[in-house]
């Protein structure tokens, strides 16, 4: 049912396409821009036409990259280049580097191991991390996937996969989150943090 | 801090800038626009521009109008041509033509009074509603702003400006909506609707 004019119905069309977007919502972002100035429009429809056509994948970590060749992580000469940190999802390369704790490569699998939904071994992009490894330059993989159930499985099915190559495959770290309460975390996490308990200096 | 290329970034802010949406739901939205293939993106891109074009405000109603001239509400020659209903904002006129009750005009007056926002009566499309009814051919004017406190405040104002112009002002009815229990109902609405009750037939 259309109660607007075609061109707002399109507009509010697209946004409600967004995930997590709804009817409602779309009704009230296609009114913000239509309060928007013309270069203001113009400037977000740009964003949208620049950023498909700039962005690609790095070849190599398949990360986001903008033009051809290597990202600007991979071909970083200030990067450890003998460590590779495996994530599920580019916006978990974000979440790393946002903690500017950690110096190395990362490889994005683009996904995890999920049979519910059908994502099998062939799905991910394994094959190129195995080439990674089997280049011989790599000395320690750490499994950066989620900790839930599919993070977990993935993570564990890839360290079985390099054992072959004889890498030392880590795992990232268990326990209760910084700034949390002890009363708030849940069994699971308790136990970890309890298991992976460490001599204070 | 920007973690991902910067055409990637750029649309993130932009989508960031939408209302309602914070930086995570930008990302997320981002993240999507780039799985998007290129012709499902520049249809996106071209819908925000297109709209932004396409849109205008209907010289009579101040409704969303495509075009020139009058919107196809006030042109539409099936409309009682007596009867504007006053509403705050365009969604309030897609709410009341989805009831399929409502066969006259309309007129938006973009926002209601509102003292704490510093909203007066000059920055509402009030003289266009007088110029409308001073011109003698309206019979009712019903006013269909919210049922708050600013709406109600701006349906009293309105009624009292309308006095000398002696055409029939009618405001909504208040009462339990439909579907509802009555437990739920708040004692404001519980009140209206008893005042407010009918003999039934």
Chains 1, 2 share one sequence.
Do not use: W
Not at 71 to 84: F, M, V, W, Y
Not at 105 to 110: I, S
């Amino acid at each position: 049912m259309e109660f607007f004019p075609p061109a707002l119905e399109r507009l509010i069309e697209q946004f409600a396409r967004l995930p997590g977007i709804g009817r409602k919502s779309a009704q009230r972002l296609a009114f913000f821009v239509l309060s928007l100035s013309e270069e203001e429009a113009a400037a977000f429809a740009a964003a949208i036409t620049d950023a498909k056509t700039a962005i690609s994948f790095c070849p190599v970590c398949q990360n986001f990259s903008e033009g051809e060749g290597p990202c600007s992580i991979c071909a970083s000469p200030k990067r450890d280049q003998t460590l590779i940190c495996v994530v599920a999802d580019p916006k978990d390369v974000a979440a790393m580097e946002r903690s500017r704790e950690y110096n190395g490569l990362y490889h994005v699998l683009h996904g995890v191991l999920s049979p519910m939904n059908h994502v099998g071994p062939d799905d991910l992009h394994i094959q190129s991390l195995i080439a990674r490894i089997a280049s011989g330059q790599i000395q320690e993989v750490i499994m950066a996937t989620n900790p839930d159930t599919e993070g977990e499985a993935t993570a564990m099915y890839l360290s079985r996969l390099l054992k072959p190559f004889q890498v030392k495959v880590t795992r990232l770290a268990y326990g209760i989150p910084v700034g949390s309460h002890l009363e708030y975390a849940d069994d699971a996490t308790l136990m970890r943090a309890l298991e992976g308990r460490q001599e204070m200096e």
